[in-house]
């Protein structure tokens, strides 16, 4: 059974960084692509990040550019978000996802396999 659980979120103040762990099992992690999902409130499934495989090429919204990186350890089945520099607009439900479908970078709900979602909560 694939499994995904997410750790690492919490409330931080802007400009504050925070680190997102997604431990994966179930499956053989180093063969699949791996994404970072958002959703802010009232807002749609907005793919922010993957990685490939191997650990490239990498993939980021512009929004979170120079603030974000990806990263994964095929060692430990782990793959992780580093956020620094922290927006307000950075608030969100992030989602560990395995084979996503995010046309136009949206993602569909009922594709891939998910992580149960960790609160991020950017506010002073």
């Known amino acids: 059974e694939v499994q995904l659980v997410e750790s690492g979120g919490g409330l931080v103040q802007p400009g504050g960084s925070l680190r997102l762990s997604c431990a994966a099992s179930g499956f053989t992690f180093s063969n699949y692509w791996m994404y970072w999902v958002r959703q802010a409130p009232g807002k749609g499934l907005e793919r922010v990040s993957r990685i490939s495989p191997g650990g490239s090429p990498l993939y980021y919204i512009d929004s979170v550019k120079g603030r974000f990186t990806i990263s994964r350890d095929n060692a430990k089945n782990t793959v992780y978000l580093q956020m620094n520099s922290l927006k307000p607009e950075d608030t969100a439900v992030y989602y560990c996802?395995?084979?996503?479908?995010?046309?136009?970078?949206?993602?569909?709900?009922?594709?891939?396999?998910w992580g149960q979602g960790t609160q991020v909560t950017v506010s002073s």
């Open positions: 996802v395995r084979d996503a479908a995010c046309p136009g970078g949206l993602c569909r709900a009922d594709s891939g396999y």
